[in-house]
């Protein structure tokens, strides 16, 4: 059975740091690409960042480049998020999914999800 667990979100501060972790079981962690994926209400989902089955390359959308850090430990089968300069903006629920690296890019698989863990950022 195919699992992920995210953990590590809460409501910090504009400007603050969280670090999120994601452990997978049920399958082949090293063989697949890892995302993060985020989805604020209303919103459309928005993949903000992924990780190849090497740990590299990695990817990052334009709004969280330079601030978030994807990197995972296949020893651990797990996948981390390290968030800093947090902004109102990037409150969400953040998934983790691994995905199908193809091409550079990774594409997340149905049924490789987790629940999610909130992230709220918030004065």
């Known amino acids: 059975e195919v699992q992920l667990v995210e953990s590590g979100g809460g409501l910090v501060q504009p400007g603050g740091s969280l670090r999120l972790s994601c452990v997978a079981s049920?399958?082949?962690?090293?063989?697949?690409?890892m995302s993060w994926v985020r989805q604020a209400p209303g919103k459309e989902r928005e993949e903000v960042a992924y990780?190849?089955?090497?740990?590299?390359?990695?990817q990052y959308v334009d709004s969280v480049k330079g601030r978030f850090t994807i990197s995972q430990d296949n020893a651990k089968k797990t996948v981390y998020l390290q968030m800093n300069a947090l902004k109102p903006e990037d409150t969400a629920m953040y998934y983790c999914?691994?995905?199908?690296?193809?091409?550079?890019?990774?594409?997340?698989?149905?049924?490789?999800w987790g629940p999610g863990t909130q992230v709220t950022v918030s004065s």
């Open positions: 999914v691994a995905g199908d690296w193809t091409g550079g890019v990774c594409f997340p698989k149905a049924g490789y």
């Open positions: 990780i190849s089955p090497d740990g590299a390359p990695t």
């Open positions: 049920g399958f082949t962690f090293s063989a697949y690409g």
